[in-house]
């Protein structure tokens, strides 16, 4: 289940800068895109050297234990369709472009719930025009029909997320 989504605004290893070598959860990339790796040796020695990016990876992960709480939230209290329309917004959010590379499988897998509630959510979606869905593609037909179809744990993390990088600028 999908706690928490990072894109050009994040980063992964959040454990390194709290001080810790390992960690028990699981990256996962679920579209393609670029990023920039460094190995934990070289990270720990430049978080040493540069307090200001010690500081932003910090605040960084603070913004991303908000998301990961307000997501555990939202997958509790809120329905599929509420779940499948913010989790699409947050990974537009990301990848920046209208279509986002996602299959009914993977999507299932993320909302933590089966294959066949994110096909009927998927298909209230479409059908009122929000998204297309083609086999293994979801095109953003409707951002602001979608935002309304979304719970407001959507608007929440993003609030949250600005003020962020607001705070980080």
């Given at each position: 289940m999908e706690v928490g989504l990072t894109g050009v605004e994040g980063y992964v290893g959040l454990p390194l800068v709290a001080g810790f070598k390992s960690s028990s959860t699981r990256v996962i990339m679920q579209i393609g895109g670029s990023g920039f790796k460094i190995s934990a040796k070289d990270l720990v020695r430049l978080l040493r050297e540069c307090p200001v990016l010690e500081r932003s990876l910090q605040q960084c992960s603070q913004s991303m234990a908000l998301q990961s709480t307000q997501v555990a939230a939202c997958n509790r209290l809120h329905d599929v369709n509420q779940r499948l329309a913010?989790?699409?917004?947050m990974s537009q959010d990301r990848v920046g472009g209208d279509v986002?590379?996602?299959?009914?499988?993977?999507?299932?897998?993320?909302?933590g719930t089966r294959r066949?509630?994110?096909t009927v959510a998927a298909g209230v979606l479409q059908k009122a025009g929000l998204i297309g869905y083609t086999r293994g593609q979801v095109t953003?037909?409707?951002?602001?029909?979608?935002e309304s179809a979304t719970c407001e744990c959507y608007a929440s993390i993003n609030r949250?997320?600005?003020l962020w990088q607001n705070e980080s600028a």
């Open positions: 913010r989790w699409l917004l986002v590379g996602l299959t009914q499988e993977f999507l299932a897998h993320m909302l066949a509630s994110v953003i037909n409707d951002r602001a029909g979608l949250q997320s600005k």
